[in-house]
């Protein structure tokens, strides 16, 4: 199993809209590298659910249940399908992990622009910590 952090501006779709739904086809990446990360992920990998924006907060945690297609006219662009697994107790905020020495070579941290990043397994257990 890998992990990943997948960002999304809350007023777009946020946490709450994806527990509504149950399940959503993660679209509308655009960016070469992070369109690459879809195409790794398998069923089952886990996500970070992360509000992007003024929010900046990893919120709950999604599983990966298909994996990429194409999103679009172009064969690049691609979509996962993800449901949610559960809320973090208290979003871990980009404050928070960038003072967290233990998460100082994460990818969002070193390309915070990405949409789409790979979590190391270690990483993923400390930000779990510090959502629990």
Known sequence: MAYWLLKSEPDSYSWDDLLAEGQTEWTGVRNPAAALHLKAMTVGDR???YHSGK????????????????????????????????????PVTLAAMKAEPKLAGME?????????????????????KMGD
């Not at 194409?70 to 064969?75: H, I, L, N, S, V």
């Not at 390309?111 to 779990?128: F, H, M, Y």
Request: aromatic share 4%; glycine share 4%.
């Open 47 to 49: 996500a970070l659910f």
């Open 55 to 90: 929010d900046r907060a990893a919120v709950g945690t999604v599983e990966v249940t298909r994996t990429a297609q194409q999103d679009g006219d172009e064969a690049r662009w691609v979509s996962v399908a993800v449901k949610p697994l559960k809320p973090l107790a208290k």
């Open 108 to 128: 969002m941290l070193r390309q915070s622009r990405l949409s789409v990043s790979p979590v190391r397994a270690a990483e993923w257990a400390v930000i779990v």
